[in-house]
């Protein structure tokens, strides 16, 4: 069992930048896979970005390609996702999963945390 708690979230400007942090508690951290989802008021959630568990693999979602960048520290059991050039389109509760498997996918995650705000202002 893997537990997440996010962090990082808050206001910022169009064009600025943030870095969100996901820690993980609980045994083979270094074993999951990691991704990032996000929700929109009204909308459903989507993938944002996932990372293998060793860091050799990142997939991200077309709407955010050249802006963020997913990373990991195995060390510490923290996942992180900086985030560049935000856009108010942007504005979402962001969400770290975990899955024990070797793939870093868009879907299928068992393990979520239980999100921070992210909120770019025009």
């Known amino acids: 069992q893997v537990q997440l708690v996010e962090s990082g979230g808050g206001l910022v400007q169009a064009g600025g930048s943030l870095r969100l942090s996901c820690a993980a508690s609980?045994?083979?951290?270094?074993?999951?896979?990691m991704a990032w989802f996000r929700q929109a008021p009204g909308k459903e959630r989507k993938f944002v970005a996932s990372i293998t568990w060793n860091g050799g693999s990142t997939y991200y979602a077309d709407s955010v390609k050249g802006r963020f960048t997913i990373s990991r520290d195995n060390a510490k059991n923290t996942v992180y996702l900086q985030m560049n050039s935000l856009k108010p389109e942007d504005t979402a509760v962001y969400y770290c999963a975990a899955e024990n498997t070797a793939k870093a996918t868009n879907s299928g995650y068992g393990y979520w945390g239980q999100g921070t705000q992210v909120t770019v202002s025009s």
């Open positions: 609980g045994r083979s951290f270094s074993a999951y896979s």
